[in-house]
C-alpha cells in the first residue's frame, strides 16, 4: 500500500459532549476476555476509550453506530489525522442529524464523519430506531475505518478476501474488509468466519483501534524494496527490505510461516516470486510481520527460465512440456540430479506427479533450467534436451499468440506462433476485447480480422474458454528468431530494425557476447567485422537494395546471435519470399478473380493449381470447380487465406467453409465399413449444388433427442440442417432444423419417480419403450433396472428430461441427482459411494481438490474419517456430487 498524504492535526472534541466515563488504571471485569485484556489496558492507557464509573469496561456491551464514530474520530485526533476542512461542520449538518434523531453528544463527530466522508447520508438511517440508538455491526465498522484509512492506504476491490463467510458481507463493504485485512486489524474467528452481520463488542473494538493506533503512530505495514534475498533449496529464503522511512528488516520468511500477494490481495503468490529490486508492502501485527504485498508486476516466467510452458507429461524419466509461445511439445530428458519446486518450494518428482494427476481441469505450467548435451543416441551422436531444475505451479488460465485464421461472435481460430499449430477458443461470458491496449468489442475484432492478416494474444481459464482477447496487425514478440526485419543501420554499438512501419533500436554492450552468421549460400558464421562488411556492401558490386535479418534472444531480452540476408536471399535463407497475403470472408469468384467482402481489391486466380497450392479443408476433393462453387453459393460461408504475387495474381489458397445450411442428403459417421464415406455428409443446398464434407468422428448436436449416430439412419435423410465447422473446415456439429422423423417427439422434464409400472415425471406418468436410453452425468448406471431401484429409493431424488414419442412411451432419459443421503461408504477416483435403505449407490464427484476444499477436508485421507457417518450429498447444476 502506498503511503498518501497525511491529514493536518484539527482540534480536539469539545469536552462535555461525551457521555460521562472514567480512565482506570486496571478494570475489575476484564479478566472475563482475557484474550483481549491486554489491549484493553493498552487503549485505556492511550486515551482512546475509557471505561466506566464503576471501574468496569464492559468488554462484552455492543457498540452503537454514534460510540463507534465517536471511537473513530478519538482515534484519528490522537494520531493526528484528522482533517481540518471537516471538523467545525455541525451546523451544516444539523438539520438532517436532527432529523435521524442522532445523539446531541455525538453530533459534532457524526457531521465531522460526514464531512470526512467517513459516513454517507444513507447510513444514517441505521443509527437510531425511534430514537433508540442501535449496535453496529461488525462489516459496518470495517467500512467505517476502511473510509477513515483510505486517505492513507489503497483501496481495491475485495477480491482478495477469503473468509468461510465471504459470501456474507456486503458488495460495499468488502473493498474496506480487504483493506483492514491486509492491514492486520481485522481477522476470523476460530472457524475462519468474520461474522460480518454479528453486532460488534466493545473488546473487538479495542482491538481495531489499538492496531490501528499503532499502524497510524508507528509507521508500521510501510513499504520497502528488496535489496537482497537468498533462497535456501526453497525451504526458506533471507530477504532484506530497506523501508521507505530509512529503515531495514532483515526477514527469514517461508511459505509456512508468511504469505505473499500480489498489490490487490485477489493472487496469493510463492516466495521464489519476488526478486530483488521489488517494491513490497510488508503488514505488521504488533511487530510480526505477517503478510507481504509485491506492489510490482511479477518478472515474466519468459525472463526467468529457459523454457516455459505446460506440462504434457512428466514419466519415463522424461517431460513433455508443451511451448508457452507455439503450443508445440518438447521432450525433455530428466537429469539424474534435478531438481523441483512447487510454487517455490523444494519438493520431489513423485509430488510433481501427483500435482499433474490432481489437476488434469487446470493447467500445469512449469519454467526449465535446461542444458543441451551432445551424446550417443542408438549408436548416433545427437544433441539431447535436459531439464536440471523444474519450477511447477497450477494456472487457472494460459495465454498464448498466434495468427488469427478466423474470428467469429463467439470463437477466435488462430495458428499458434512458431508453429503450424491451429488452435481455437470460446468466449466465456466475460470476455474482453482489446485492439493493442484500447479496449473494443468483438465486432470490432471481427471486422479487424476479415481485414487482413493479424495476430492475437488469447487467455484462456480453466475451462477452455478465453477470458481475454488482443488483437494487433504486429506479431507478439517473443524469445525466438521467428520474425523477420528490415535492417535500417548497423555498427559495433547497435543494431536498427524496422518491422511493421516501427523501427527498434537493440545496444549491443559488447558484441563479443554475440554470434553473427550471414547467409552466402548458405549461413556463415563470421566476425562482427565479417558481418560489418557484410552489411556496408562491396563497391565492386551492385549494391543491394535492401538487408533483412534474425535474432536470437537470451531469457533475459539481450541478443545472443544475428543472421543477416540480402533481399535477393530472403527467400533461400528464411524460406520465405515478400509476397502479399490475405485472408477472410470470400465475397463471390467470377471470371477467374476472388474478391473478400472487405476488400475492394480482386485477386486473379491461375488456370490450374497443383495439389500443395491449393488446399479446401474439410472437402475430400480440392479443385478450382468445388472451390468456386463454393464461393458463389448463398447458403455456404466460404473463409480463404490467399498469398499473391506483386500483380495480385494468386499463388497459394488455403479455404474452408466456417458455416452452412441445407439438406442433409447423407451422413456416414465413424463406423461406416466403406472406408470413401467415412465421416463425411453430403450437402445440397437451395441452388442445387452438393457438396462433400468431412466431419470430424463425432459431431455434436444441439438436442439430447439425437445423436450422431442417429443422424446415420435413414429417418434423418432429407432433413434441413445447419453445420457448424471447426478450425480446418470439418463439420464440428450438425443442428437438425425441420425433420419429419422428430415432428411428433415431445419433451417433458421435471422431477421423477415411479408409477407402478410406469415412470411419472412431473406429475404424469409414461410407459417405456422397449429400447429406452439412459444417460447421465450423476452415476454410471444405464440399465433401466438399476435405474427404476434408484426411483424407488426414498433417499434419492431425480431429476431427468426425457422426450416421450406419440404413442406415450419414454424414448430416451437424460437424467440427473439433486440430492441424495445414506451411510458414507468411501470416495474412490471422481465417485463417492454411500448406502441407503435399499442399496449401495456410486455417484460421481467434481475434482478430488475441489470437493475436499468444499467439504472443508485437508487430505484425501481425511475422507476415511466419514466412513459410517450418515451424509446428506449436494450436487451442482451438471449432476456432480460437490459437498456433503
Known sequence: MKRKMAMALAAVLVAGSLPVTVSAATFTDINEVTWASSTIQAVSDKGLINGYEDGTFRAKNNVTYSEAMVMIYNLMDKTGNLKASATNTLSIYQSVLNTYKIPTWSQSTVAYGLSAQILMAADLPKFTTNGVSNPATRQDVAVMFGRALSEKYDIYAGTGVNYNDVWRISDEAMPYVDLLTRLGIVTGDDSGNFNPTANITRAEMAVMMNKTYDLLSNELANTGEITEIVNHDGDYYDVDVKMDNGERNRLTLSDDNISVYNKDGSRELPISSLTKGDRVSLVFDGLVITKIYLLDEEASAQEKYDAVGYIYSLKDGYLNLESENTGETTKYKINTNCTYYLDGKKTTESAIKDVIDDNSDKYVYAGLYTETKNEKVDGKRQDVLYANAVYVTVKDEYTQTGEVTDFTSTTVYYKASGSNARKSADFASDCEFYIGDKKSSAKDLEEMAESGTVYVKVTVNSKGKATKIVMTEDKF??????????????????????????????EFGSTSDITFYIWEGKWNEVSFKGAESFYDGDDDEDDYDTMYARMNFDKSGKITAIYMVKDGDRENAF?????????????????????????????????????????IGGAPTSSLTVLTRMANCDDVTLYAEIKADGNNKITDIEARLTAAEGKMIEYNGKDTSDSDKKNTLTLETSDGSQFKLKTVSNPK????????????????????????????GEISKIIVTDSSYNSGTKRVKGTASLDGSKIKIDGKSYSWDSKTYITSSSFTYSTKDMFERMLQDKDIEVYVEATISDSNKVERINARVESAEGEFVEYDSGSVVIETDSRKWSFNTVSKNTLLKNCGLDDEKDFEKKEGKNVTLEFNSDGLVEEF
Open 477 to 506: 514478440t517473443d524469445n525466438t528468431a521467428s520474425s523477420t526485419y528490415t535492417v535500417k543501420g548497423f555498427n559495433k554499438d547497435r543494431i536498427i530494425v524496422s518491422r511493421g512501419g516501427t523501427s527498434t533500436t537493440y
Open 575 to 615: 524460406g520465405e519470399a515478400e509476397e502479399t497475403e490475405r485472408k477472410g470472408t470470400v465475397e463471390y469468384i467470377k471470371d477467374g478473380k476472388l474478391k473478400f467482402k472487405t476488400s475492394s481489391t480482386e485477386y486473379t486466380l491461375q488456370s490450374k493449381y497443383d495439389e500443395d497450392s491449393l488446399e
Open 701 to 728: 448436436t444441439d438436442s439430447d433427442d439425437y445423436d450422431a449416430e442417429d443422424l446415420q439412419t435413414t429417418g434423418y435423410r432429407g432433413s434441413s440442417v445447419e453445420l457448424e465447422f471447426n478450425n480446418d
